[in-house]
């Protein structure tokens, strides 16, 4: 009785969830993100591509990114950790999902395998997952350069016997990870990572092993490693409309990278407007003093939300197509723009937070060029309590 009056207050919160106006929006482009998705396609067709969707999707929103390429031919969701493969599960994704992320041995034994593969980095792993006695589908981690995870090429042959001591595990897959692929002027580095990588093929192929999947790219490494023997490209950065290859590469040029598309728009609204006299101060420590009459709007974002304290006095906004650079400090919740240059504004107006646009000050790259990190960055801080519109 009490689950069944639960389970009808969840659906009339719901409900009334979907009719109450939100301040801040993410809206997720569709047609973007197959687009990118084929783009990649296009680009190896002789292998399979996997869009990776950690950490909710690189901030984009996990479910809704999966149920979108839910509706295409991909082997394999990539995730990092089984929270966010069984997050996948209950909302109904068919896709099987990868999970890549390092999981404690232990916990493997309270664990569910259905539709999921999972990735093994060391022995203490195969072991605890070979007692289970269960059908599970691996893929196996070499370390050939990035000296971050996965077992030294030369261990190679040890581990594959091991997993071959346990007849219910299925050597699904083998893989390496770039260390550098994005660096136009060390490609040296990447074919040596490909020979090592090779050498550890060889290696399990000798040990009878001779497993489906190969893969050795992610977003930049595929504009650089084109083998019929690697069969796999796990995209992330790409699938979402960007690339971490400079455009001064010879790679990002040949194949057209400038032609991907962001899939996301963040937008917020302007809950308030004040008019400042010279001398007024803005927001905390007064870092920003108005040197003349100024008309400023409040927005109902801060760093929480994802906006970066680094903008403060920096960054811009848009509003009615026009930019309002971040006066003062960036609050927890809450940053102050000026409207001077908006003709017309007001109460409620929208205002992009995040736009898609490469020609304005507010895309991903130039957030996170005048923030000095990465796009990832500014993605993934992104909150996930912001309600994700799919268009």
């Not at 929103?61 to 069984?86: C, H, T």
């Amino acid at each position: 009785m009490l689950r069944r009056l639960n389970y009808y207050k969840q659906r009339l919160f719901r409900k009334i969830s979907r009719k109450l106006r939100v301040l801040n929006t993410v809206t997720l482009s569709q047609s973007a993100l197959k687009y990118n998705l084929d783009f990649f396609k296009k680009l190896h067709p002789e292998s399979k591509v996997c869009p990776v969707l950690k950490s909710n999707a690189y901030g984009h929103g996990l479910v809704e990114i999966a149920k979108i390429v839910d509706q295409y031919d991909v082997p394999y969701i990539i995730v990092d950790s089984f929270y966010e493969a069984f997050k996948l599960r209950k909302a109904g994704v068919k896709t099987p999902s990868l999970v890549i992320g390092y999981t404690h041995p232990d916990n493997y034994k309270y664990t569910s395998f259905k539709n999921i593969a999972v990735t093994v980095m060391d022995r203490e792993t195969v072991e605890a997952l070979g007692k289970l006695n269960e059908n599970i589908k691996i893929h196996l981690k070499i370390d050939t350069g990035m000296r971050r995870q996965g077992i030294q090429v030369e261990e190679t042959g040890e581990v594959v016997k091991l997993i071959q001591n346990y007849p219910k595990l299925e050597l699904e897959g083998i893989f390496t990870h770039l260390a550098d692929s994005d660096n136009p002027d060390n490609i040296d580095w990447n074919q040596v990572q490909v020979k090592n990588f090779k050498k550890a093929l060889k290696i399990a192929k000798q040990c009878g092993a001779n497993p489906k999947w190969k893969h050795i790219s992610a977003t930049a490494g595929a504009a650089k490693i084109f083998s019929k023997e690697f069969n796999m490209i796990r995209i992330g950065l790409g699938l979402y409309g960007q690339s971490s290859l400079d455009p001064s590469d010879k790679y990002y040029k040949k194949y057209h990278f400038e032609k991907l598309k962001p899939v996301l728009s963040f937008d917020s609204t302007i809950i308030d407007i004040k008019e400042l006299e010279k001398g007024d101060c803005v927001s905390y420590g007064c870092t920003f003093i108005a040197d003349r009459k100024m008309k400023i709007g409040v927005i109902p974002a801060g760093y929480y939300e994802g906006v970066d304290r680094r903008l403060s006095n920096k960054g811009f906004m848009y509003c009615k197509g026009k930019p309002c650079k971040i006066l003062g400090r960036v609050c927890m919740n809450l940053t102050v723009i000026d409207l001077s240059n908006v003709k017309i504004s007001a109460k409620w107006d929208k205002v992009n937070v995040i736009g898609t646009s490469r020609d304005e000050a507010n895309n991903v790259e130039q957030i996170a060029k005048t923030t000095k990190t990465i796009p990832y960055v500014i993605w993934t801080h992104i909150s996930p309590t912001i309600r994700r519109i799919v268009k």
